[in-house]
């Protein structure tokens, strides 16, 4: 039988993490898996600190490729540094190249970057290819909302899943125990363009009739797909629930797998934005009452938008009940990069946009665009008032509204 080959896109905080656990797994599992793992890297000139072990007297502050030095030391020192990567990893600078013939596609970078990097993979991928997106946040386009699972399957034709969960990079980075979501529920494969490699009973036979399983499946808003999945070949382990727990379960990072992609993907995104809230009024001083409070009515209105957007898929269960709902709302607004981010604008009496510029080094906050990219969709469609917290924090991002005003902005919708 083949094996599995996974490419990961993205190589950030979270990119590499995720790296880190796929390719202890894919060395723990030679019968499933290739044991090299591609990671995509953006490119970019590293300088190495005198305070990192990797620092060379002979090369001093000389710029070194980001891909030769993760290569070389094993070790992502700008975005998750001290921490030791497996050696099987390989950084590569070219996405289309570290996709090709990768049956498993890891989407994992700053949601502001997927667009051109999705391009760039179109009709360069096995068409029976599978992803996963651990991506954080929403696609909006002229008042249209996607999910980056979905929008990533429809561009590259390709079904792809979500995983989402409490989970903060740099505990996981040092093996400190947590719980993480992933959901995956592709839809029948189409027969008329199932299996392009290897020999299978029916293949000499196309059959052009359209039967209910063939007919275009819906996605998780209801409209017609137009990806006709195909059936990954009989010689490759099945990409099924079993095997996708084998390739991201460690003993620190436990796995739940579910269907709803919608409930998965939208738990993550929203959390973010009410992270940005707690981390406004924890900043102000106000304590965790106020914290709790910002989280409770986040929740809420969290639930409220999967149920009112994503009715005919979501469930309120992931939400309340799966590591993606409350317990990424508890992480993010306690150590996460939005609150503590907007913790520090708050205090500094500076914008959410300096603080990330000048502490974060690089890493991307995904609250401030994603609070932008919800408000422009529940503007479209009247309905901003029906989520005074979301409202309240993009108010308060652009200056409209203070940290001040968040009690009485809240007060005045008292059913949600
Ligand atoms: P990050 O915040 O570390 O962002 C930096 C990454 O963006 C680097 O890989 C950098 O090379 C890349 N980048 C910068 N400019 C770019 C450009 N112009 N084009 C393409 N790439 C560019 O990223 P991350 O933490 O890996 O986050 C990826 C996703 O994972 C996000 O959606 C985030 O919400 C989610 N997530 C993050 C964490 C975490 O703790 N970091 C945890 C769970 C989920
Ligand atoms: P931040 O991007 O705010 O750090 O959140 C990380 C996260 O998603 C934890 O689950």
């Keep these: 039988t083949k094996k599995h080959k996974v490419t990961i896109v993205g ?105 051109r990097i999705s391009k760039q993979l179109e009709g360069k991928i096995l068409p029976y290819a599978r992803g996963i997106s651990c991506i954080k946040g929403v696609e909006v386009t002229e008042s249209e909302i996607s999910l980056f699972s979905e929008w990533i399957g429809e561009g590259l034709g390709i079904y792809c899943g979500a995983l989402s969960g409490a989970n903060i990079a740099n505990e996981i980075a040092q093996e400190k125990w947590c719980e993480t979501t992933i959901a995956y529920d592709p839809p029948p494969v189409d027969s008329r363009v199932a299996t392009p490699t290897g020999p299978s009973p029916s293949s000499s036979s196309v059959n052009l009739t359209i039967t209910p399983a063939d007919a275009p499946h819906k996605d998780v808003l209801g409209r017609n797909s137009k990806v006709r999945l195909r059936a990954v070949p009989s010689d490759y382990p099945p990409l099924d629930h079993a095997l996708f727990k084998t390739l991201f379960y460690r003993p620190y990072f436990h796995v739940r797998m579910v269907s709803d992609v919608a409930g998965v993907s939208l738990g993550g995104a929203l959390k973010n934005i009410v992270a940005l809230a707690a981390g406004f009024v924890d900043g102000r001083g106000w304590g965790d009452n106020a914290k709790a409070a ?97 409202t309240a924090v993009l108010d308060i991002l652009e200056g409209r509204n203070t940290v001040d005003d968040i009690p009485a902005l809240l007060a005045r919708v008292d059913d949600v």
């Design 294 to 390: 910002v989280m409770r009515v986040g929740l809420l209105e969290m639930v409220q938008f999967g149920k009112e957007f994503f009715g005919q898929t979501v469930h309120a269960g992931t939400f309340t009940e799966e590591s993606c709902g409350v317990a990424d709302l508890i992480t993010s607004c306690s150590g996460g990069r939005n609150f503590r981010c907007a913790k520090m604008a708050v205090e500094r009496g500076v914008s959410v946009d300096e603080v990330e510029a000048t502490e974060l080094n690089g890493q991307k906050l995904q609250g401030t665009s994603t609070a932008k990219e919800v408000n422009s969709f529940l503007k479209a469609r009247g309905r901003e008032e029906g989520y005074p917290l979301f």
């Design 11 to 115: 190589s950030g905080n979270w990119g590499s993490t995720i790296a880190k656990i796929i390719a202890e797994n894919t060395k723990a599992h030679p019968e499933l898996f290739e044991e090299d793992v591609q990671m995509w890297v953006y490119e970019e000139e590293v300088t190495i600190g005198k305070d990192s072990k990797h620092y060379d007297p002979s090369i001093g502050s000389s710029p070194q490729k980001l891909t030769h030095i993760i290569n070389t030391y094993h070790e992502n020192v700008k975005y998750l540094p001290n921490i030791k990567l497996p050696a099987n990893i390989v950084a590569n600078p070219s996405v289309v190249d570290a996709a090709t013939n990768s049956t498993i596609l890891i989407f994992n970078l700053p949601h502001q970057f997927i667009g």
